[in-house]
């Protein structure tokens, strides 16, 4: 009897795992249908997420539309932005530098540019504060990048132009579509005040005002960095007792928090040098950005041979969301 009750059991339970699998397909499906009117070059049939994380962000495909191949003129001229303002800042070998203004990316989130021979792609989510700028390139074939309208624990979902694949912004990671599983090289990008980049650069470029019309230098946002709980996020709260919307230093899947950084002024473990100085101000704090609280400019940098690294500056909701395996240097 004891044998017969066990298998019965067996058989109850891989009924049930099988039902269980089957809604939960059924609902992806009905999901992925929904889209396919939106999104009718979008294979969904290959996804390394969940349907169910991804969201609305309020918008539909393109409603925040992306830059390419914006226009530049000389940074010689302290008095083009206001001296605390900031931006994110691209210097390649050979190549004069870039400022790209975070008053335009809070409007577009990104930007498709050239530099020299590198497709670059300029993004920033403003929602959970992630700048991070990539390399275009795949393998043989450059990508051309738009904003979805969807987010994944509240962080933008890209797309690129020639699949419609679905990219994590703060990953660089292909999550939905042809591409799913493909990761784009993350450049050695930081953001610091628009004084710091000219006093640096005189010789340097900044991005011209984009053809939209939309009200540049004020933060749609308005007090959101300093907000109990992030806009749209469905998960759980970081660990250690970390704010939600504290600002942590992402350098490959390692986070540092910039309460630290800030009382340190420098921390130098893990094979990596950070700083931190005053005088940058927050792009989403109050509605004129310039006018934003003090978050100061972090540089990280190998702590070896000094070169700039690439990393991110992100909300510690989006970082333990996204990096669920990461380690916090507390």
């Known amino acids: 009897m004891k044998v017969r009750n066990s298998q019965r059991w067996l058989v109850w339970k891989a009924l049930s795992c099988s039902l269980l699998a089957a809604s939960l397909a059924s609902s992806l499906h009905a999901q992925s249908l929904a889209w396919t009117s939106e999104w009718p070059n979008t294979d969904f049939s290959l996804a390394s997420v969940e349907f169910s994380e991804i969201i609305s962000g309020g918008v539909s495909k393109d409603g925040i539309p992306s830059i390419s191949a914006p226009q530049f003129e000389d940074a010689s001229d302290p008095e083009h932005l206001p001296a605390r303002e900031p931006v994110m800042t691209l210097e390649l070998p050979g190549e004069r530098p870039r400022a790209y203004p975070v008053r335009y990316l809070l409007w577009h989130e990104i ?39 969807k987010l994944r624990f509240s962080d933008m979902i890209m797309f690129d132009r020639e699949t419609e694949s679905w990219w994590q912004q703060s990953l660089g990671e292909a999550i939905v579509g042809e591409l799913t599983g493909d990761v784009l090289t993350p450049l050695a990008g930081w953001t610091e005040s628009w004084r710091e ?32 709980w992030p806009f749209l996020y469905i998960g759980e709260p970081p660990p250690h007792g970390i704010a939600p919307l504290a600002r942590v230093i992402r350098v490959g899947k390692r986070a540092w928090t910039l309460q630290r950084l800030r009382q340190e002024g420098m921390i130098e473990e893990h094979g990596v040098r950070l700083t931190w100085n005053a005088g940058q101000a927050s792009a989403i704090d109050t509605r004129a950005i310039a006018e934003g609280r003090d978050v100061g400019t972090v540089r990280v940098k190998d702590a070896v041979s000094g070169e700039d690294l690439p990393h991110d500056l992100l909300f510690a909701f989006a970082y333990h969301s996204l990096f669920p395996g990461g380690e916090w240097a507390l």
């Open 111 to 149: 930007i498709n540019d050239q530099v020299g021979s590198v497709p670059v792609a300029v993004t920033y989510c403003p929602l959970c504060n992630s700048g991070v700028i990539f390399d275009r390139r795949l393998d043989d074939r450059v990508l051309t990048f738009g904003v979805s309208g």
């Open 197 to 228: 980049f000219q006093q640096r650069n005189p010789d340097g470029l900044v991005m011209v005002q984009p053809g939209h019309s939309r009200r540049y230098g004020n933060n749609p946002y308005a007090n959101y960095d300093t907000s109990a």
